[in-house]
């Protein structure tokens, strides 16, 4: 999970389409399935990110 401060007022800036997280999570669900996924929120002035692989194979 990542997370950076929230803007203050999104008048001074533009809201976007959202493409680039829809193409991540296309590029997530293409390649893991249902097992990886990428969600993203503001809370309390924080803007959060989280990405969920899988993992497999042993840890050394």
């Known amino acids: ?3 950076n401060p929230a803007p203050q ?12 997280l829809d193409n991540i999570r296309e590029r997530l669900k293409a390649t ?3 097992a990886a996924s990428l969600t993203s929120e503001t809370v309390g002035g924080q803007y959060y990110v989280a990405i969920r692989l899988p993992v497999s194979g042993t840890a050394s």
């Open 9 to 20: 007022s999104r008048s001074s800036r533009r809201d976007g389409n959202h493409m680039a």
């Open 32 to 34: 893991y399935g249902e």
């Open 1 to 3: 999970m990542i997370s």
